[in-house]
């Protein structure tokens, strides 16, 4: 059997999908599973190894380019795939493995998709609350049960990657690393304060850690806030690295502190000890998925809101998340994950 994966176009989604990903290869001994994924999200699905091949997808969000779409489809056809699983929710994203005549089309209804998918399920949010679930559930038939546990996320990271990408940083490593990954792509809302970070950033230093921040060019700014409240104990690597890179200085990582990000969750199938920090999001629904994590949430009358930004204007759900109870929460995790 050979199948097409139409991957989603965030990190943290696309590693939530491995599960997914293992449990068709155990329904399907021999299953060559290809990925048709943006580029930015292909290195995570080149650290799975149930992925064969990744395709480059260039179809951005929102964008909808209908003949470019048909011309895409149509090279994937002569690939002879049996089966594509549809991801995303959106009516574009089965576009394509319909026009590449792809025999088996899965997929949640979603955008009334009713044409484009021939095995379709319907969403009960209640059985399914984590997203990991959801996803699991397509390789199930429709209205069948969710076998569970559902496995956790697996990327992997050799001490060949990680030395390797080490001697291409030109970085050495220190004794111990305390990874921040201040950012969150979906918006201010998701971020713990700069001025947070810095005095997490000086009581971890007191405690023996090299600080390194984590994140993409548009981290940058705020990674350097905090290099700035705490001088000389951060190094910056937010747009310095490639993600493969990322990956592999986390995999080092004795200690990981996230915001609900793309990174967290590589940080999560890395089973690195992790402190996560939810504000306008939910646990509940996108939790990282490891034994070795610490969830930490106010859980606020107004949260969580979901939104992009406050729409309180005041952020409390994650400025009165102070720095004590974050330091404290990271020795806790740090005494749970000792050997």
């Not at 994937?76 to 493995?97: M, R």
């Not at 952020?315 to 995790?333: K, M, S």
Request: charged share 15%; glycine share 8%.
């Amino acid at each position: 059997m050979k199948a097409l994966i139409v991957a989603p176009s965030w990190i943290g989604d696309t590693i939530m999908a491995q599960p997914l990903f293992a449990r068709l290869h155990a329904l399907h001994p021999g299953l060559t599973l290809d990925a048709l994924a943006p580029q930015w999200v292909a290195p995570v699905l080149q650290r799975m190894g149930d992925i064969a091949n990744v395709i480059d997808n260039p179809f951005g969000h929102g964008a909808l380019r209908l003949a470019e779409r048909w011309q895409l489809g149509r090279r994937l056809a002569a690939g002879g795939y049996d089966a594509a699983y549809v991801l995303p929710n959106s009516l574009k994203s089965a576009l394509i493995p319909a026009f590449a005549g792809i025999p088996l089309r899965v997929g949640f209804t979603g955008e009334a998709r009713y044409g484009l998918l021939n095995r379709r399920h319907h969403l009960d949010k209640q059985a399914l609350p984590l997203m990991v679930e959801r996803f699991a559930q397509l390789a199930e038939a429709p209205g069948a049960a969710l076998p569970r546990p559902v496995s956790a996320p697996q990327l992997r990271s050799t001490v060949v990657e990680q030395q390797n990408t080490l001697q291409q940083l030109g970085i050495e490593r220190p004794q111990r690393i305390a990874a921040f990954c201040p950012g969150a792509e979906y918006g201010p809302a998701k971020r713990w304060p700069a001025e947070h970070f810095a005095e997490l950033a000086r009581r971890l230093a007191a405690d023996g850690f090299a600080i390194w921040l984590f994140g993409s060019p548009k981290d940058h700014s705020i990674a350097d806030q905090i290099e700035h409240l705490a001088p000389g104990l951060c190094r910056n690597l937010c747009g310095a690295t490639t993600l493969a890179q990322a990956i592999d200085l986390l995999a080092l990582a004795e200690l990981v502190v996230c915001n609900d990000s793309g990174l967290m969750h590589v940080a999560a199938a890395l089973n690195r000890p992790l402190v996560a920090l939810y504000g306008s999001s939910s646990p509940g629904f996108t939790p990282p998925l490891t034994p070795r994590a610490e969830v930490l949430s106010l859980h606020l009358d107004c949260s969580p809101c979901f939104k992009r930004e406050c729409p309180q204007g005041h952020l409390d759900c994650l400025r009165q998340l102070t720095p004590e109870q974050v330091h404290a929460a990271c020795r806790n995790r740090l005494q749970s994950s000792a050997p």
